[in-house]
């Protein structure tokens, strides 16, 4: 006999232009642009700040810079970083190597030396392209214990038309030469009318090797493959009812799964435009949408806060934007009315994991999310077609539990990505008979609805970016008067949650240090999403009886 979700309860909630299953077709992530850019080349396929870039161009950009690789030894299955901001580079870069065959290793471009060399130990990648003002800031050597053999440069400025004032993000920015690099567009030039060979491309061959702490440990390559983004990028089509006059905001980081596929798959599969302005800028974002007719977007909670208190707010018409989604973190009922008050729209949910690739649970675009009369919460949505979702008992995991009860939340569907790259035990652990075991803990009422109610790990989500704490603590550890440290997520109305620093301090050095030396310490040191915003100086961390400290107990001391 079927379990409840097997019967999959939520399906009376889809509209009726929402399929039960989508179609499984044989469709690639490259395969989507492709024909994109065949059928409507002359169509925009990115609108950086004022300019339009068509997706002939791109693709023929992205022909030259894949000839390119290709002359570097760059094949089939090999590594390539692309460590760069919201620019339409990203995109060339992104298709070049799909066009040689190749992964993308998407990474942050806030990431310093040593996380930098982990990731590009890790995978392996033989190419690395950035941005000449990240290159510009870094010590290079970090390179040699790495397989990266040639480092490429580009400028923000360098898709602008020069005869144009830069826009205000950009007005401090110069394209800066860095020695020992080469540069993209001088390599496009290089291989001007070329194009590579057909490398054969199949729904199972890896996309991109997007790295999460995912349910354990430290970061790990997720292998989200070509037809996994494909997939989603239907489903995303479907739930938000996307055609070829919506227009995509690009304003979450395009290393990050929801830029990926919420952006740029989606942009390619319905060949629209997708809007790019280096990073995220409140007053920037809300003049675009006004200018180019923003409709679409999935954003962390924090850029609908930041737009809710610039004071353009009132001013911009975005009247366009219907379809504001928000992801990566809890939304408040407060927040999503406060959101409606003041611009007349609706702020839908969509919840999901890198494992996934992006969304497994979505409000479709027309329906109202509940809100769980237990806990407040608001409903992350309901499970995406093709897909049974299950609430899992919390203890080992085996025993399904029936609606309004809380456990584990577990995937299932083209949705779940094969496994983490070259880490089998870390994919035994999280994926299993081909459920996923996401950690994060709800429940599911009567009506096919789900609700995230806590999370079954440590890791911290701020400003929709995952931290995991032993990454912040080994920091903190190098500082000389620090004997003990552990790092918790807080909650912040702002940030989600934000990141707080326990620390005991070695005997005779409680005069000599302050809270605001180990943050200036910590800043210096790591990703700005990472450090910690406070720190607590207590005499001792909480351990067990075999030495493992309690982040359990220091959450329960600071929420008592």
């Not at 806030?110 to 995978?123: G, I, N, P, T, V």
């Amino acid at each position: 006999m079927d379990s409840i979700y097997e019967k999959r309860p939520w399906l009376r909630n889809y509209p009726k232009w929402v399929p039960h299953d989508l179609e499984i077709t044989s469709d690639t992530a490259l395969g989507d642009f492709r024909r994109s850019a065949a059928g409507t080349p002359e169509m925009p396929a990115v609108f950086y700040f004022n300019h339009a870039i068509s997706y002939k161009d791109i693709d023929t950009l992205s022909d030259n810079l894949a000839t390119a690789f290709e002359a570097l030894g760059l094949k089939k299955g090999d590594r390539i970083v692309i460590d760069l901001q919201n620019v339409p580079q990203f995109l060339i870069a992104t298709y070049a190597a799909w066009k040689t065959g190749a992964i993308v290793v998407p990474l942050n471009p806030m990431y310093r030396e040593k996380e930098l060399a982990y990731f590009c130990q890790d995978s392996g990648a033989k190419l690395f392209v950035t941005l000449d003002e990240i290159a510009s800031s870094l010590d290079l050597s970090f390179l040699r214990d790495t397989s990266v053999e040639k480092v490429i440069t580009t400028s923000p400025l360098d898709f602008l038309p020069p005869e144009t004032d830069p826009p205000d993000l950009l007005k401090t920015v110069k394209k800066i030469p860095v020695s020992g690099t080469m540069d993209m567009l001088e390599m496009i030039e290089a291989f001007k009318d070329k194009k590579p060979d057909d490398p054969g491309l199949t729904p199972e061959d890896v996309a991109y090797l997007t790295y999460t702490s995912g349910t354990t440990g430290p970061p790990k390559g997720a292998m989200n493959t070509h037809g996994n983004i494909a997939f989603n990028a239907r489903v995303y089509q479907s739930m938000q009812k996307i055609d070829e006059n919506d227009v995509v905001l690009g304003v979450a980081p395009l290393f990050h799964v929801t830029g990926e596929v919420a952006h740029l798959a989606i942009a390619a599969l319905a060949g629209i435009p997708v809007v790019l302005y280096y990073r995220f800028d409140p007053g920037e974002t809300l003049r675009l949408i006004e200018k180019w007719k923003v409709t679409v977007t999935v954003a962390s909670i924090t850029v609908y806060i930041a737009l809710i208190n610039h004071p353009d707010i009132k001013k911009r018409d975005l009247s366009s934007f219907v379809k504001a989604y928000s992801g990566g973190a809890p939304v408040s009922e407060a927040t999503v009315n406060q959101f409606k008050d003041l611009t007349g729209l609706y702020l839908y949910n969509v919840y999901g994991m890198t494992e996934t690739n992006s969304p497994s649970h979505i409000v479709p675009w027309g329906k109202r999310a509940p809100v769980d009369m237990e806990s407040g919460a608001l409903s992350v949505g309901v499970p995406v077609p093709n897909c049974v979702i299950k609430i899992m008992d919390l203890e080992d995991g085996t025993k399904e539990l029936v609606p309004g009860e809380v456990g584990e939340i577990v995937d299932s569907g083209p949705i779940v990505i094969p496994g983490y790259w070259q880490k089998p035990e870390e994919t035994e652990h999280a994926i299993r008979n081909g459920w996923l075991y996401t950690g994060d803990v709800g429940k599911m009422d009567e009506n096919g609805w789900f609700y995230v109610v806590d999370r079954k790990k440590d890791m911290i989500v701020a400003s929709g970016y995952k931290v995991w704490p032993r990454d912040v603590e080994d920091v903190i550890y190098q500082h000389p008067a620090v004997k003990e440290t552990a790092v918790v997520g807080e909650p912040d109305p702002y940030r989600g949650e934000t990141v707080k620093a326990f620390v005991a301090l070695k005997d005779g050095m409680g005069d000599s240090v302050t809270p605001e030396e180990i943050i200036s310490f910590c800043k210096a040191r790591m990703a700005a999403y990472k450090y910690p915003r406070k720190v607590e100086f207590v005499s001792e961390i909480p351990k067990t009886l075999t030495g493992k400290f309690l982040r359990r107990t220091l959450r329960e001391q600071r929420n008592s």
